[in-house]
């Protein structure tokens, strides 16, 4: 497998720190990685929370009104009703976005998704470069003790070092 | 179909159904690591998606894809370590 000629290079920009947009950019990671690339994501932003020792994203469904909301356990009938939820409830109800996101996490779990933990941890495990942007870091007060381990620390022109020479370069 | 996939031979089993991108292929990759070149490979999945992401995932790493079959939701793929 090592013996093809170039290493494929994917370079990824994580901005967003809810639940949901957490998936998108372990995903391509470890499959990139899977697929023997070179992989880096630069965490910015909101995205900085998912180096977080202590994960623990929420989703909002008010600020995404196209998200389907359905229940993770009952008969398929239940299961499959997309239950209208106006705006008036998702933001003004309080723990709506809590009760949204445990339901999500259930319905993750039941269709056989990996948590976003496993996918970072295989992320770690195949050597992907996670560059936390100090910038942010400062702004935001985020200290090098609340991420995980094996990260790296830069900037702008860290990234788009990395990315100058990437087969496949998107900012999530 | 699927005695045509019984009787291909194969040296590792590894059975991936009920789950979802990108956990197939990740567990495909993981397995293939620990085999020996030239070890054939059968996965089992019930991933829809699971036909083109191994194509490509085999395309990419250079495994050879020898078959691959699907019967009634069921993927079966046949791996060899290269």
Not at chain 1, 87 to 109: D, E, H, I, R, Y
Not at chain 1, 126 to 136: K, L, R, Y
């Amino acid at each position: 497998m090592s013996d093809k000629p170039q290493q494929r290079k994917l370079a990824l920009v994580a901005s967003k720190g809810t639940l949901d947009w957490a998936y998108p950019p372990f995903i391509l990671a470890s499959t990139a990685a899977a697929m023997g690339w070179e992989v880096g994501i630069f965490f910015t932003f909101y995205g900085l929370v998912l180096l977080k020792k202590d994960l623990n994203m929420k989703i909002d469904p008010a600020s995404n009104p196209a998200m389907p909301m359905k229940m993770p356990f009952g008969p398929d009938g239940f299961k499959n009703i997309d239950w209208p939820m106006p705006n008036l409830l998702t933001s003004n109800v309080p723990g709506f976005q809590s009760v949204a996101t445990s339901l999500m996490k259930k319905t993750f779990k039941s269709k056989g998704v990996a948590t976003i933990g496993e996918l970072r941890e295989m992320c770690l495990d195949a050597g992907v470069h996670m560059v936390s942007c100090q910038m942010t870091q400062e702004v935001f007060g985020f200290k090098d003790e609340d991420f995980i381990d094996g990260i790296e620390h830069g900037g702008a022109a860290t990234f788009l070092e990395f990315a100058s020479d990437a087969d496949v370069s998107l900012f999530v | 179909m699927n005695e045509v996939a019984n009787d291909v031979a194969y040296d590792v089993e590894l059975d991936c159904q009920g789950m979802l991108c990108p956990l197939p292929i990740l567990k495909t990759k993981k397995v293939i690591d620990t085999m020996e070149i030239g070890k054939i490979l059968k996965m089992l999945s019930t991933d829809a998606g699971s036909m083109n992401d191994m194509n490509a995932w085999t395309n990419q790493t250079g495994n050879e894809l020898i078959y691959s079959t699907q019967n009634d939701g069921l993927y079966t793929y046949f791996v060899r370590k290269t």
